[in-house]
Structures are given as C-alpha cells and as structure tokens.
C-alpha cells in the first residue's frame, strides 16, 4: 500500500499550505483516510481523519485552522492548515486505517518560519 504525501515546505507565519496524500483507489475508498505530525523531539499526535463517507474529525488543537477534505475522483485527501505557527513546524503523514490494518505515507515536511 503506498500513500504519497506533499505539499510541505517552507511557510511564514500566519501563511497557509496545502498537504496532499493520494493512494490507490481500493484503499481509499474503504479506509479512513488522516493527518498525524510529528514535531522535533515529540510523539507523533493526531491532526485530523476524513472516513469514506466524507465525515470529519478534528484533534481540538487545529480544528479552528485546519481543515481536512477528499477528492474521490483523484484518489486523495487534503490537509488545508491556516494561520500557520512557529509550531506548526512537524513532518505531516498520512495515514490509512481499517481496523487494525494501519499505512503510513512517509511524510511531508512542513516549516514555518520567517
């Protein structure tokens, strides 16, 4: 299973970036598609899922600046991030879940900073 992430890079504060993750289409289609990151000396933590029904659920941290959608026709998620942070700065991954089978994509980094 592959899952392709990008998007990342460079950002001032307060700019805006566009992740995205596109897998094959049986995955997407039947898992539940997400955003994790990964900051400098930290755990991985949860950003945000989008489930094939196009429900979306939100850690509380981003929710307000983060928003997470799908395009079906192009097999891929998206992770719009707003109003970006010093620390913000991670390595973003996408991941794919079904129950207890779990795919990471290898991740897109993303810095802020002026």
């Known amino acids: 299973v592959q899952l392709q992430a990008s998007g990342g890079g460079l950002v001032q504060p307060g700019g805006s970036l566009r992740l995205s993750c596109v897998t094959s289409?049986?995955?997407?289609?039947?898992?539940?598609m997400g955003w994790y990151r990964q900051a400098p000396g930290q755990q991985r933590e949860f950003v945000a899922q989008?489930?094939?029904?196009?429900?979306?659920y939100y850690a509380d941290s981003w929710k307000d600046r983060f928003a997470i959608s799908r395009e079906n026709a192009k097999n891929t998620i998206f992770l719009q991030m707003n109003r970006l942070k010093p620390e913000d700065t991670a390595v973003y991954y996408c991941?794919?879940?079904?129950?207890?089978?779990?795919?990471w994509g290898k991740g897109t980094q993303v810095t802020v900073s002026s």
């Open positions: 989008i489930v094939p029904s196009g429900t979306e």
């Open positions: 289409g049986d995955i997407f289609k039947t898992y539940d």
């Open positions: 991941q794919a879940r079904s129950g207890n089978k779990i795919y």
